[in-house]
């Protein structure tokens, strides 16, 4: 895009490129926040349910998709990388490792699989603030250009929105200098109450009646019971409500990142390098289920809620069944039953309970369901299969359960393998998002950081010695856990070929107490290479007596 230099032209050209990226963003709010109930409470109603199967089953469904403490890196250089940069993979590799798991990145991507399964899409977003900090964004907080594209990396513009303290934005302006400064703070408004008079209703007040309840919030957002949570937190409303817009800049050919606070004020005007890597944006999209034609993909809730109302509905006539047939109704007929009291009703009702009439003719008659019970039940359990089903878990051999018909442990794993494909597929496109997670901010500390390091040859250099055509790659497939006995088995075979060090094979199957296990094998090593050594020369030495 190309940016006005005039102020005002600017100012203009950001309404439009916000209003064009949020154009869906109240839509999305509120389909977002009706499968958040969903996902927490079985319902979108105020009413609980007996039984919530959306969130077993989507809990277990990122079980199998991501697996942080298995997973393992390795360094693609691009073509035409020199051969001496070869000496620089392994240090940045483990030094990629250090960054996923000291960050708390490592547990942070296990978030966002799970809910963007539940939303649709969940966003990643990492700055350089002394060091890289990722945080987990509500996909209806960010914006794009066009939502029929459905790669980030092609938007022309991304828009974030969220809130700020007035003290936290007092600390970020700090360097624009005290004059500069106390001019944007005059300028800012917080929110404040919600004046629902304005025109438009901004995206944030809209977000903020959900978070805080105030009064015509939006359709799907529930003020629940106050006898048990809601998992929602409590918002003070004097927040500033700001902007983060990235442009690609055409002339820069780096993305233009502006800082805007509500009502319009530009705090920042600053190239994308200064916040992420030059020609980088920070955000980093996870789409389980990719639509071709739709940037936020498909939500596997949104296709369970109609199978949890159908169990919901069930249950009830289950457990309505069960009830009648615990305490089935009476029909008392003839003479005789004019003087029961509730007393001797109830007597009648409880366990053992009898009752005895002297007038000829009088009748108790049984009606209970005509349904049998364990049919019920059937019907019930082949409902829950179904959710299995639509979240490509199906087979008690995926969840780890005896099945009909399995020989041996051969035969379970074949099966296994076999049976696993619908969430291998998925679990291979959340490889894509985590490898440019950690590959991003690798680039950004090797932008910034500067410490020595050793190389193969135990030479000291910068990360900035590094050539920076790379990528870093999850290592067989190593983020998904259906993927791990499929790993050590190719490992071991490697092991034995002599293609792969033992160092290697623990770093890739990861062991109990690798890390000493690893030093361990350094000892055990040396000292092999010594009896080596020691036979060898007493072979020589035969040998030598053999020619005397």
């Excluded at 959900?210 to 048990?228: C, H, K």
């Excluded at 805007?260 to 980088?280: Q, S, T, Y």
């Excluded at 950690?438 to 050793?454: A, E, G, R, S, W």
């Amino acid at each position: 895009m190309r940016i006005p230099s005039d102020l005002f032209e600017r100012e203009q050209f950001l309404d439009e490129v916000i209003q064009q990226c949020e154009q869906s963003a109240m839509e999305r709010l509120t389909i977002n926040t009706a499968l958040r109930n969903y996902t927490l409470f079985g319902t979108n109603d105020v009413a609980p349910v007996k039984y919530n199967k959306i969130w077993p089953t989507i809990d277990l469904l990122s079980s199998f998709l991501y697996g942080q403490e298995g997973v393992q890196f390795s360094i693609k250089y691009g073509v035409g990388v020199p051969e001496e940069q070869v000496i620089y993979q392994e240090t940045l590799r483990r030094k990629a490792h250090e960054i996923w798991e000291d960050t708390g990145t490592d547990e942070l991507f296990g978030e966002a699989v799970l809910w963007a399964l539940v939303y649709n899409t969940t966003i990643l977003k990492t700055i350089w603030n002394g060091g890289p900090h990722t945080f987990a964004v509500y996909p209806h907080m960010i914006g794009v250009y066009r939502e029929d594209i459905p790669k980030i990396d092609d938007q022309e513009a991304i828009t974030h929105l969220y809130y700020s303290t007035r003290s936290a934005l007092r600390s970020q302006t700090k360097i624009l200098g005290k004059e500069k400064q106390d001019k944007i703070l005059d300028r800012v408004g917080t929110l404040g109450p919600v004046d629902e008079q304005m025109t438009p209703a901004t995206v944030t007040q809209i977000i903020l009646k959900g978070q805080i309840g105030a009064p015509g919030g939006v359709t799907g957002v529930i003020n629940r019971a106050t006898d048990f949570y809601n998992y929602r937190p409590q918002i003070s409303p004097e927040l500033v409500e700001m902007r983060e817009v990235w442009v690609y800049d055409d002339e820069l050919e780096d993305y233009r990142v502006f800082t805007r606070a509500n009502p319009n004020v530009i705090i920042f005007d600053r190239p994308g390098r200064d916040l992420c890597h030059k020609g980088e944006h920070p955000f980093v999209k996870v789409t389980p289920f990719p639509l071709p034609d739709y940037f936020w993909g498909l939500s596997m809730v949104q296709n369970l809620i109609g199978l949890q109302d159908w169990h919901e509905g069930h249950s009830n006539r289950v457990d309505m069944v069960f009830r009648r047939t615990l305490r089935p109704s009476r029909v008392f007929t003839g003479p005789g039953w004019g003087q029961l009291t509730d007393e001797k009703m109830l007597a009648l009702d409880r366990e053992g309970g009898t009752f005895n009439s002297n007038v000829p003719g009088s009748k108790v008659e049984t009606y209970k369901p005509e349904v049998d019970i364990a049919q019920a039940l059937l019907y019930l359990k082949d409902i829950d299969e179904k959710f299995n089903e639509m979240a490509g878990i199906g087979g008690n051999i995926m969840r780890a359960q005896g099945d009909e018909g399995v020989r041996s442990m051969q035969h379970a794993q074949v099966l296994a393998r076999m049976g696993s494909s619908r969430i291998k597929k998925t679990a291979l496109r959340i490889e894509d998002p985590a490898e440019k997670q950690i590959t991003l901010m690798m680039k950004m500390v090797q932008d910034h950081d500067k410490n020595k390091y050793l190389d193969e040859e135990k030479k000291e250099f910068l990360l900035s010695q590094v050539t920076d055509n790379y990528s870093i790659k999850v290592s067989g497939h190593s983020l998904s856990p259906v993927f791990i006995e499929d790993t050590k088995a190719q490992a071991e075979k490697l092991v034995a070929m002599r293609a792969m060090t033992r160092e290697r094979y623990v770093e890739e199957t990861q062991p109990p107490m690798a890390e000493e296990l690893k030093r361990d094998l350094k000892k055990i090593e040396a000292g092999e290479a010594q009896q080596a050594q020691a036979k060898q020369a007493v072979e020589y030495i035969k040998a030598v007596s053999k020619l005397k």
